[in-house]
């Protein structure tokens, strides 16, 4: 499933966490992608690919139901459609709508700072 959000306010990596998902270094690709668990198991997850690409940012999202099963292979057991992908979609499209402004834009969050005593 993809989800395209016009003129993002915030990085990848800060829409991703504000969502709930955690950053995921893929040691066999390099590429960096986030993931949120369904339960205290690894696995399934739903899995979010960001692109940013002229003042857009696409969200493709699906549900990984197992790690690779082969070597050598990063095919997996993907889902891209279905009821759980719909409603976590539609879950993203509520949190990001909760902070849309003028144009749809998400606005940025402020980072928690420490206070000085």
Avoid: W
């Avoid at 070597?71 to 889902?79: D, K, L, M, N, V």
């Amino acid at each position: 499933m993809k989800i395209t959000i016009s003129a993002p306010q915030q990085t990848a990596r800060q829409m991703a966490r504000s969502l709930g998902y955690a950053e995921f270094d893929d040691p066999n690709t390099g590429q960096i992608s986030y993931t949120r668990r369904l339960s205290s198991n690894f696995y399934p997850r739903f899995h979010l690919y960001i692109e940013e690409k002229k003042g857009q940012m696409i969200l493709n999202l699906h549900l990984d139901q197992k790690q690779v099963s082969y070597q050598g292979h990063t095919a997996h057991s993907g889902e891209y459609n279905g009821e759980l992908v719909e409603q976590e979609g539609e879950r993203i499209k509520q949190e990001i709508s909760k902070y849309a402004c003028d144009g749809g834009a998400v606005p940025a969050f402020a980072p928690i700072r420490k206070i000085k005593k």
